[in-house]
């Protein structure tokens, strides 16, 4: 059940507004947090990078039917999500993640 406010109470929305932010905050730095973590791992990179290529990230989403192109590039939006969040929070990895992939494949 919901409590009432008193519209007119300003300071009480903004103590509300702060609180809100403060534990928007925090989900946010945690699930940061929580994806260094995995790709601090080899497991957690091999994850990761199975994502993106999954995703299409590193190839070209072209089909000849209209639909299909619309479908990979939607697949393609996700992979290159993960890879910005690679790139902005873990860079580094993402390089691990190349050799890695690449001694695998050889």
Do not use: Y
């Not at 990078?49 to 995703?55: G, N, T």
């Not at 290159?80 to 860079?91: G, T, Y």
Request: include cysteine; charge should be negative.
């Amino acid at each position: 059940m919901a409590t009432t406010r008193d519209p007119t109470d300003l300071r009480a929305q903004e103590a509300d507004a702060d609180a809100q932010q403060h534990r928007h905050n925090l989900k946010q730095h945690q699930e940061i947090e929580d994806f260094k973590w995995l790709l601090a791992h080899r497991q957690g990179r091999r994850i990761v990078w199975k994502l993106m290529a999954d995703a299409g990230v590193f190839r070209n989403p072209f089909n000849n039917s209209g639909s299909i192109t619309a479908f990979q590039c939607g697949q393609m939006n996700q992979g290159q999500q993960i890879l910005s969040a690679v790139m902005e929070h873990a860079p580094e990895a993402f390089t691990l993640m190349q050799k890695e992939a690449k001694a695998h494949d050889d």
